[in-house]
């Protein structure tokens, strides 16, 4: 698995942690078996688009393709809105070169 493979694993982990979600619970709202989220957890399988979509709407999670020139600016943003609403720190969006 690659580092940017690496670190999605990581955040989907880290969210469905922070919801209280177990993995079985994950798999009934994404509709994706429990034993492939343990495997894209622990970087045992590469992580499908499909999957990825499916986890990170149950996960209430939002994917965005952004310009890598504008990566920077989006977490500005991000970081002052999530501030305000949820007083939780805001989920950076995340260059894939590193």
Known sequence: MNYSTQYIAQQLKKSRENLGLSQRELSARAGVPQSHISKIESGNVDLRLSSLVAIARALELE???????????????????????????????????G
């Open 63 to 97: 994917l965005a393709l952004i310009p890598r020139k504008y990566v920077s600016a989006v977490n500005s943003i991000v970081g002052s809105a999530g501030s305000e609403t949820s007083g939780q720190p805001p989920r950076p969006a995340y260059n894939l070169d």
